[in-house]
Structures are given as C-alpha cells and as structure tokens.
C-alpha cells in the first residue's frame, strides 16, 4: 500500500467516527482542501451537505467553481463592505470579518480541510483529527473533523491527479501543473 493510499483509508476512518443519520457539514470553500475532503466524504458513504459560506469578496471564478461541484451557497446577513462600514478595516489582530462570514455554525459537525503543513500556526495549534470548536458561545460549538490533517502538500497534488479533481483555475500555473502553495481566500485579507 503506498503512502498516500494508507493516509486516503485514515481519512476514511476519521469520518466513520461520525455515525449520525443528519448530515454533517463539509466546510467547502471553493480550494484544493475543500475539493480533496469533498471527494473523501463522498469516498466514506456518510450522509453530508456541503456549504459554502460566500465571503462576498472571494476570488473570481469562486462561485462558478463551487456551483459546479454541486455545493449550497450561503448568502451572509450583511457584505464585507456592510461590516467595514461598521467596524473599519479588519487587521491581523481584528478579524472580525471572519466571525461574520465564515466562522459560524450551521450544523453541529462539520469536516474541515485543514492541515498543518499549511503553517507553522496551524501545526503548532492542531494535534488531533477531531476537537470541540467554539463560536462566540459556549452553546455554538462543533465537532469538528480534519481528516487530512497531516497530509502534505505533495498529497494533496498527487490525490487530486489520481482522482481527476478539477480545482479552482487560480491552482494552476500557465503550464497546467498545480502549484500547491497557493491559497485560496478573501481578496485583501489581511492573512493572505
């Protein structure tokens, strides 16, 4: 069994650890992660809704890419130039556009993509494939599932070629290979 296979089976028994009838959330955002976790829920036969939580500032060709994936697309209460009016620019340390627009809950589990060669932060913060997220509330958790989080960013390439993933076109170079360190997020944040 090579490599890969043996982290594609892990990431497949991390999501049976969810056994619930109801659907659980694939946090889809329209990236390579996201498209790599779809494909795995898919892969794993449990029941999911897959949700995209629009930014209203993502890149182009974001909405096309996650219509065509049959994803639904939630609409916020209030735009990002709404909440700048509000509260100013967002900074490093204020990110409130966040909590507005993407860190809320919609179902109580959720399957993320994240992973910790994404950063240093990421690595240090996440040690285990599962934990209890916390929004605002102590009533507005989650359990939240990272079944790729110790895949590579090798891995993530290589399942996307094996599996004929299309990803968003801002992945690809001019020469058609996928260039894995690219993110896929708000036009202008802060973090980018």
């Given at each position: 069994m090579s490599a890969l296979a043996?982290?594609?089976?892990?990431?497949?028994?991390i999501l049976h650890m969810y056994r619930g009838d109801d659907p659980i959330e694939v946090s889809y955002s329209g990236?390579?992660?996201?498209?790599v976790i779809?494909?795995?829920?898919?892969?794993?036969?449990?029941?999911y809704r897959a949700i995209y939580k629009n930014?209203?500032?993502?890149?182009?060709?974001t909405i096309a890419h996650v219509k065509a994936n049959g994803v639904e697309i939630l609409r916020p209460k209030q735009t990002f130039f709404q909440l700048i009016?509000?509260?100013g620019f967002p900074n490093r340390f204020m990110r409130f556009c966040c909590r507005y627009l993407k860190e809320y809950k919609v179902l109580d589990?959720?399957?993320?993509g994240v992973r910790k060669a994404e950063s240093t932060k990421r690595a240090a913060r996440y040690s285990e494939p599962t934990e209890c997220r916390f929004y605002g509330s102590k009533r507005d958790h989650v359990e939240a599932f990272y079944p790729i989080l110790d895949w590579s960013d090798q891995d993530v390439v290589d399942f996307?070629?094996?599996?004929?993933?299309?990803?968003?076109a801002l992945y690809y170079r001019e020469d058609g290979t996928i260039d894995p360190k690219r993110r896929l997020?708000?036009?202008c944040c802060p973090l980018a």
């Open positions: 043996d982290k594609e089976r892990r990431a497949i028994k990236g390579k992660d996201s498209d779809l494909t795995l829920t898919k892969m794993a036969g449990i029941p930014t209203t500032i993502d890149p182009p060709g009016e509000q509260n589990r959720s399957i993320m996307i070629k094996e599996r004929g993933i299309k990803i968003h997020g708000c036009m």
